[in-house]
T-cell receptor, first 116, second 113 residues
Framework: DAMVIQNPRYQVTQFGKPVTLSCSQT?????MYWYQQKSSQAPKLLFH???????NEADTPDNFQSRRPNTSFCFLDIRSPGLGDAAMYLC???????????????FGPGTRLTVL | AQSVTQPDIHITVSEGASLELRCNYS??????LFWYVQSPGQGLQLLLK??????LVQGIKGFEAEFKRSQSSFNLRKPSVHWSDAAEYFC???????????FGAGTRLTVKP
């Protein structure tokens, strides 16, 4: 089945130690998104890629970076995690939302990040 | 930019009762509208979506939603709730000119036996 895969599902890191979260997709969608979701809150968009074009949200801290080496993979790098970065990180994909048609976002299961 | 308001943080209904979850959006044109459901520790699953055409949209698991332009609303309904419907529900609005989608704060649904 076509899907969005996130690895690992649970990640524990130490304060200040860089961490990378991984997302892959078999849907061949050209847009990939990273959201941060804290407990009992809505997902907050960090950034998205339209193909190789990177679109950062204005309020995303510089501590968060992303890479998309090819259509299938996208990575979220947290350079120096703080206690406030503990959250669920959700990856999603879609076709170009500006096109007509079936343009919903498909979500992965998320990675739960714990910062010690 | 578009925005979404879900006025109800938490709703409790009895199993078998009807359900309506409210969603109001702000956007200058006709938006894309979505309802997603999230079980604890899981990702988001799409229940239904509105792009154009019929304003009453049918989704999975017996859910439906109605787009009312005059009220800027997209309320989610289900005639008879099942215990397995207990989850967090998010309304989202997408623009037609970019790839941004904004989520409401969510409504947590509790189902009483």
């Amino acid at each position: 089945d076509a899907m969005v895969i996130q690895n690992p599902r649970y990640q524990v890191t130490q304060f200040g130690k860089p961490v990378t979260l991984s997302c892959s997709q078999t849907l061949n969608h050209n847009v990939m998104y990273w959201y941060q979701q804290k407990s009992s809150q809505a997902p907050k968009l960090l950034f998205h890629y339209y193909d190789k074009d990177f679109n950062n949200e204005a309020d995303t801290p510089d501590n968060f970076q992303s890479r998309r080496p090819n259509t299938s993979f996208c990575f979220l790098d947290i350079r120096s995690p703080g206690l406030g970065d503990a959250a669920m990180y959700l990856c999603a994909t879609s076709r170009d939302m500006r096109d007509r048609g079936n343009n919903e976002q498909f979500f992965g299961p998320g990675t739960r990040l714990t910062v010690l | 930019a578009q925005s979404v308001t879900q006025p109800d943080i938490h709703i409790t209904v009895s199993e078998g009762a009807s359900l309506e979850l409210r969603c109001n959006y702000s956007y200058g044109a006709t938006p894309y509208l979505f309802w997603y459901v999230q079980s604890p520790g899981q990702g988001l699953q799409l229940l239904l979506k509105y792009f154009s055409g019929d304003t009453l949209v049918q989704g999975i698991k017996g859910f439906e939603a109605e787009f009312k332009r005059s009220q800027s609303s997209f309320n989610l309904r289900k005639p008879s709730v099942h215990w397995s419907d207990a989850a967090e529900y998010f309304c989202a609005v997408g623009a037609r000119v970019n790839n941004d989608m904004r989520f409401g704060a969510g409504t947590r649904l509790t189902v009483k036996p």
